[in-house]
């Protein structure tokens, strides 16, 4: 995991407590909290190192309470790898710490679920008929969800709105380039990507086409391991990554190995600190975002205008984590009639944080706050967010606050300015 070849508490000595990251990461911004920051965090870090603290509950809380959004990593002057620090110590907890049994309980559900497309698609049908059914604005209205137990109230609360006939939607193995063929790149389809936002695979299919690449869709693909290596379950991330990389077989020609999900990139890209070997450090060579690849690529195919008001929200793991800011504004650029804006305070966290709305639902609905007020400051027509989890977060928070507004992948924006 650590790339730099330092040790752990090396990149805890790098920290010389400035302040930089207090008014760039969300739960200090929330409560004031030194030991809810990422210096505070790191003081903590740096006494179970030491020996002088213990991994007692509360300890266990403050790491808890991290959304591990990353901010403080570009915000700091002085380079600290908060990053590989957070998670060194989250594999420290789950490896150690002593939970509360519904706490277990919750966690072991929520990863006996999520990273397994099979699973989730078991769940969604019965979604889909829910919301075809009327029954899901009648339970919203009458207030029935607050019976449920919280875990699943929070997921009827974040579900998006399902179609049976998209779950049985199968992306093609091999679609071509129309027209003059640029090169040939393969597409990882995520979990919940998935089966949670078909569509948006589908578009990522359809504009590299449009672009002029061969599209290649590996069979049976899996979780990338991100949700896992997010909250410290390094060995099972790990074994999600070894079989992601076995599913891709001979990629080597190709031009890249394209994500279109912010969290499942930035973890990809660290396949070569989660995994040894060769063909794990080749595989995340090859990685691109997709608005990341388009960009650099530029544009060939015609876009017709599309005349919306489009505000861009930064997603966490692509602009704190893979420095990926200004590529998809670009590419949403380029569709005449559109008009970008910007979100105040735009590169905060939502509050998605890939299970962490899950876990920690209190202040992630705190933190959703205030990204849905400075959503609905701009009077955008549409929501552009490059990761499914804060698409279902920022869009939950607008639906119960009777403001829907239709939210959008870029890649979804672009291509219907193609089509």
């Known amino acids: 995991m650590n790339v730099e070849q330092r040790s752990e508490r090396e990149l805890i000595d790098d920290c010389v407590h400035c302040g930089f990251c207090l008014p760039a990461c969300p739960t200090y911004v929330s409560w004031g909290l030194e030991m809810d920051s990422p210096r505070g965090r790191i003081d903590l ?59 277990r309980l919750l966690r ?19 979604l889909a008929f829910y919301a075809d059914s009327g029954l899901r604005p009648l339970v919203r209205r009458s207030g029935l969800r607050r019976l449920l137990p919280p875990v699943f109230a929070q997921f009827e609360r974040l579900s998006p709105v399902l179609c049976v006939g998209d779950l049985r939607a199968v992306l093609p193995p091999f679609t071509p380039a129309h027209g003059t063929k640029r090169g040939t790149v393969m597409l990882v389809t995520g979990c919940v990507q998935q089966i949670f936002f078909p569509n948006v695979n589908a578009a990522t299919v359809r504009v590299l086409a449009a672009e002029g690449y ?26 999600f990554a070894e079989s992601l990389v076995g599913r891709f077989g001979a990629f080597d ?41 388009l960009a650099q690529a530029g544009a060939v195919a015609p876009r017709r205008p599309l005349a919306l008001r489009v505000a861009y929200h930064d997603a966490c793991h692509l602009a704190h984590a893979q420095r990926i ?7 949403l650029r380029t569709i005449p009639a559109l008009e970008l804006l910007e979100i105040p305070s735009g590169d905060q966290c939502c509050g998605s944080a890939g299970v962490y709305n899950l ?40 639906e119960e606050r009777g403001h829907p507004l239709l939210a959008a992948h870029p890649i979804e924006i672009l291509d219907a300015a193609l089509r």
């Open 253 to 293: 020609e190709v031009d890249a190995i394209l994500v279109n999900a912010a969290g499942c990139g930035s973890t990809i890209k660290q396949y070569a600190e989660l995994l040894a070997g060769p063909p794990a450090a080749a595989f995340a060579h090859k990685v691109r975002d997709v608005t990341e690849f």
């Open 325 to 331: 800011r200004e590529q998809p504004r670009a590419l």
């Open 359 to 398: 876990l920690e639902p209190h202040s992630a609905a705190e933190i959703g706050a205030r990204k849905a007020d400075n959503v609905l400051s701009v009077g955008a027509d549409v929501l552009a967010s490059a990761n499914p989890g804060c698409t279902l977060q920022i869009s939950a928070i607008l």
């Open 214 to 239: 061969d599209v290649i869709v590996p069979r049976a693909q899996g979780c990338c391991g991100a949700l896992s290596l997010h909250v410290g379950r390094a060995r099972e991330a790990a074994a």
């Open 45 to 103: 870090m740096k006494g179970l190192d030491e020996g002088s603290l213990g991994l007692d509950p509360t300890v266990v809380e403050h790491f808890d309470a991290c959304l591990g959004c990353m901010a403080c990593v570009t915000a700091c002057p002085s380079g600290v790898r908060y990053d590989l620090l957070i998670e060194a110590t989250r594999a420290k907890v789950e490896a150690h710490a002593t939970r509360a049994p519904g706490d």
């Open 108 to 126: 072991s559900l929520l990863f006996t679920l999520l990273p397994y497309p099979r699973r989730l698609r078991a769940l969604a049908i019965p």
